[in-house]
């Protein structure tokens, strides 16, 4: 199985700076037939299911706003707010679906105000 | 609009059974790909079950292969996950979450049901 990884663990910063998190998979999610990483990141809020942020690594799911930004290739992946919104306060979590099922995720990366 | 709602959560004694649904709307059920996901208390997420659109190919993860089993009813846009010999570490919130193929991501989700297995 692909095991994900995300650092921080958690992580505090001041409204209107920049947040950064990282997913670092076991092994290679970048499919040579159509040079995709099949990663996506979600977002949690308390109380309420996740929500499809960002798939293959870099594409924004409808509706998502523009300063939710996604980078990284291969085994190395990182999400990025780049001005911390009150509303954006929740755990962020990386999945891969390189492979069949099973599917994984990283552990989440819980994001608060500093 | 696209709506997922799982029903079928309570508590449950350890080795009993449950049978969760996932009911749907707003989008063409049997064109999806299903999936179970759980996550427990103050935990991250977890993977349970996928089931093809038609319904002919499902995996389950390790930790519930030949005790949960999950089916779809494409005519009644209806997901099931029938959970048997439950132990407590099966205490859950399982959500159903929807895909476009096999390695495409969830991009629907419902609101969960909770599952207690607790003697």
């Known amino acids: 199985d692909i095991v994900m990884t995300q650092s921080p663990d958690s992580l505090a910063v001041s409204l209107g700076e920049r947040a950064t998190i990282n997913c670092k998979s076991s092994?290679?999610?970048?499919?040579?037939?159509?040079?995709?990483?099949?990663l996506a990141w979600y977002q949690q809020k308390p109380g309420q299911p996740p929500k499809l942020l960002l798939y293959?690594?870099?594409t924004r799911a409808s509706g998502v706003p523009d300063r939710f930004g996604g980078s990284g290739s291969g085994t190395d992946f990182t999400l990025t707010i780049s001005s911390l919104q009150a509303e954006d306060v929740a755990v962020y979590y990386c999945q891969q679906y390189f492979s069949t099922p099973p599917y994984t995720f990283g552990q989440g990366t819980k994001l608060e105000i500093k | 609009q696209v709506q997922l709602v799982e029903s079928g959560g309570g508590l449950v004694k350890p080795g009993g059974s449950l049978r969760l649904s996932c009911a749907t709307s707003g989008f063409t059920f049997s064109d999806y790909y299903m999936s179970w996901i759980r996550q427990a208390p103050g935990k991250g997420l977890d993977w349970v079950s996928y089931i093809s659109s038609g319904g002919s190919t499902t995996y389950d993860a390790d930790s519930v292969k030949g005790r949960f089993t999950i089916s779809r009813d494409n005519a009644k846009n209806l997901l099931y996950l029938q959970m048997n010999s439950l132990r407590a570490e099966d205490t859950a919130i399982y959500y159903c979450a929807r895909s476009t193929g096999t390695y495409s991501p969830f991009d629907s989700w419902g609101q969960g049901t909770l599952v207690t297995v607790s003697s």
């Open positions: 092994r290679s999610v970048l499919h040579s037939s159509d040079n995709k990483n099949y």
């Open positions: 293959w690594a870099s």
